[in-house]
């Protein structure tokens, strides 16, 4: 499972950001590698013309799943960190949830 990392002009795409994105969202996901093709993440600073503190940067995560469409999540917090993991958490929950109900779902 690939992490492709994209971020706005307001933040820098460095090789530690990536390193830390795919670490953690590689890990939260890592008991659906096997049925997701990719996933994108995407951040930003939505208040980057503000000054101050705040809940400012935002994550979100599309799970591209081969053969169904893409599921995608979205967290707001303070820091890139926080936003990125809370993402990932939301990301794991959804995809338990996709992934139960297609293996519940009756044979035809």
Known sequence: MKVHLNTDNHLSASEGLSERTDRVVGGALERFADRLTRVEAHLSDVNSHKSGDGVDKRCVLEARIAGQQPIAVTEDAETVDQA????????????????????RRPEK
């Open 84 to 103: 990125i993991s809370g993402a990932a958490q939301k990301l794991k929950r959804a995809l338990d949830s996709k992934f139960g109900k297609l293996e």
